[in-house]
């Protein structure tokens, strides 16, 4: 289908104004949609902001399902992957009638893996969940993919769902009793024979990790679409670098310890086993003893760590020698000989103090122990490698890629400088629809009176609106302390806090109430879509520069400085605004939405990079007194 072809698709009295109710024309979606066909037809890259309000979806969708190419789209989120796959993508293909074969495909630890729930069936230690384990085994006779998701009763926590499902490490794959009837296994085919395969960015990079051994999850792609793609350098960094973690290590002792108790000759090994559980839970306590993420070198220096982590080491080497002569014995063994090869491997880069790889080691905190890890500074030519394996047309779209107009700041560091760019503005007229408020005489954002006099600037504007509010904050910290703030000042409002209730709930919660007040954190700042008058206040408590003393960030800022750039012009400041749009996104959904953006920072004023930061927002009226903010607070909020 021509790109004039796709252009009348979306054009007034086309197929999809006739096929699907309350369809309506937008000039830059058929300018997207176009661009996309073009860039299909030609097998070049585009990087496209399409803002909020476009339909997006729809405009590399209907492009996708008429190109005649194999098309792989990967998503933000499992969220968003399932909404494109069982909402967007359904209608679509009925309004243009196509055939054509579509698949939904996620990660291995969705779905339910057989072979693990039968031996959680027959194990002792598991047997307070056997009534549990037994309806899923019924369930699982009936079910047509697995996906953990849609099993009955209470979701899964996330040690059961550990248990019944599999990971990279500790599939048996070919080998497995169970291969036959594998769930992963017919997603895989399913997506191997299909036109057009939806997954999310986490599967998508796993998946080029996987085929440098010579394995593969996603077939081989004509053209491949990137939604959320603002997600794709941090996401980028993180797949590319290596990770060990003391779960992992006591997860490996645990699966072979449960392989060892069939058999009565391998003292070897097990003697190597219960030293490798004492040796890392030596290494756990030092992560308990407190800390953040930190440079390697720095959690070295503390008494006793190194001589811990050399330790550790040593008994890996000790395990694999010990597994080697079983390998042939069960296909658990060989599963779990190749587990500690692949950890053995990934112990000695991220344990390694030596920086001249040009990659940084950092350790973290995770539950009651940490993880090592080995990040890279430089991700464009492991992405260049990536896209390689999909040789067509790469797309990558989101309503934030742009730092104002400028898109370096993410297409610099994937090495896609170069790239044809499209920026469409929302099609909302914000304008009329919204309003800004930038309250006064603040103090700056490190004084110890900062949150009170927020959360103090808050509470008549929220008043006014008679709640229907989100205050989007930068830290878990503030997240507690507005909570309990404006809990205190509003009592005639339900004031609700991320992790009350997990975010599903919460949003339902936030949306049924009409007056509520929801204070969270990063997982609120995107992927979140209220629309109508249960949201009409917007409330950001300070700019999001990423906070100081990470180390991957604060090597990376290293980096450029060293390289003659400006950290804070060619990454931070960059890196908030994008976010901050993010953020501000949420105000306005819908052509019928109106709202109020509240900005407390300060700095908005008072420094210049503040009206940089202004002018990236979408263009609406800045209300000039606290009065005008009342006033039209009480005008759109619901009678």
């Known amino acids: 289908m021509s790109v004039a072809d796709i252009e009348a698709l979306f054009a007034e009295g086309g197929t999809l104004t006739q096929a699907i109710p309350g369809f309506v024309p937008r000039a830059a979606q058929q300018q997207m949609a176009a661009a996309v066909a073009q860039a299909f037809e030609s097998g070049e890259n585009l990087i496209v902001e399409a803002g909020t309000g476009t339909g997006k979806t729809f405009a590399y969708l209907a492009p996708a399902l008429k190109s005649g190419k194999r098309v792989v789209i990967s998503t933000g989120t499992k969220n968003l992957q399932d909404q494109l796959f069982g909402r967007d993508l359904p209608r679509l293909r009925e309004a243009l009638g196509t055939r054509l074969r579509v698949s939904l495909l996620k ?182 003893s407190g800390g953040l993420r930190e440079r390697l070198r720095e959690f070295h220096g503390r008494f006793g760590v190194a001589d811990t982590v050399l330790l550790l080491g040593e008994k890996i080497d000790t395990v694999v020698q010990c597994l080697k002569p079983l390998e042939e014995r069960t296909a658990e063994f060989s599963g779990c000989l190749e587990r500690a090869l692949k950890l053995q491997e990934r112990w000695y880069v991220v344990s390694d103090n030596d920086t001249r790889d040009q990659q940084v080691r950092w350790v973290e905190p995770i539950g009651r122990g940490g993880a090592l890890n080995a990040t890279p500074l430089e991700v464009a030519k492991p992405f260049a490698e990536m896209r390689a394996a999909h040789p067509g047309a790469w797309i990558f779209t989101s309503a934030t890629l742009a730092a104002g107009k400028d898109f370096q700041h993410f297409s610099g560091p994937l090495g896609l400088s170069g790239t044809p760019e499209l920026k469409l503005d929302s099609p909302f007229d914000y304008a009329t629809q919204a309003r800004l408020w930038l309250p006064p005489n603040l103090p700056e954002p490190n004084d110890p009176a900062y949150t009170g006099a927020c959360a103090a600037a808050m509470r008549p504007v929220i008043d006014a609106s008679g709640g229907g509010a989100f205050v989007l904050c930068t830290s878990h910290r503030a997240l507690q302390s507005y909570a309990g703030l404006l809990r205190n000042a509003l009592p005639h409002l339900p004031v609700l806090a991320q992790n009350d209730f997990p975010k599903a709930e919460l949003l339902r919660r936030f949306v049924e109430a009409g007056n509520a007040v929801l204070v969270a954190t990063a997982s609120f700042w995107e992927g979140v879509d209220v629309k109508g008058h249960a949201l009409r206040l917007v409330i950001i408590d300070k700019l999001p520069f990423a906070a100081p003393g990470d180390p991957v960030l604060d090597a990376k800022l290293d980096a450029i400085k060293q390289a003659g750039g400006n950290p804070f012009n060619d990454d931070q400041l960059p890196r908030a605004i994008v976010t901050l749009r993010q953020g501000v996104g949420r105000l306005i959904r819908d052509e019928t939405d109106r709202g109020l953006l509240m900005l407390c920072d300060p700095r908005l004023k008072s420094k210049s990079y503040g009206r940089k930061v202004l002018a990236s927002l979408p263009p609406m009226p800045v209300l000039g007194t606290l009065a005008e903010t009342e006033s039209w607070m009480r005008l759109i909020r619901p009678i």
């Open 107 to 288: 990660g291995r630890s969705n779905y339910l893996c057989l072979h693990r729930m039968h031996k959680a069936r027959q194990d002792v230690r598991a047997r307070q969940a056997w009534a549990r384990l037994a309806e899923i085994e019924q369930w699982s006779r009936d079910t047509p993919n697995g996906e953990l998701s849609d099993m009955p009763g209470e979701a899964p926590d996330e040690t059961f769902a550990a248990r019944i499902s599999s990971t990279a490490d500790n599939c048996l794959g070919s080998k497995c009793p169970d291969f036959a009837d594998c769930f992963v296994v017919k997603a895989r085919r399913a997506a191997a024979a299909a036109d057009l395969v939806v997954v999310n960015h986490a599967l998508l990079f796993a998946d080029h990790i996987i085929r440098q051994e010579g394995f593969r999850v996603l077939p081989g792609a004509d053209a491949v679409v990137i939604d959320e793609a603002h997600q794709l350098p941090e996401m980028a960094l993180r797949h590319f670098g290596q990770r060990v973690s003391t779960q992992q290590l006591q997860a490996l002792a645990r699966d072979t310890a449960s392989e060892v108790d069939k058999w009565n000759d391998t003292p070897d090994l097990t003697l190597a086993l219960t030293e490798l559980v004492e040796a890392t839970a030596r290494l756990e306590a030092q992560f308990a």
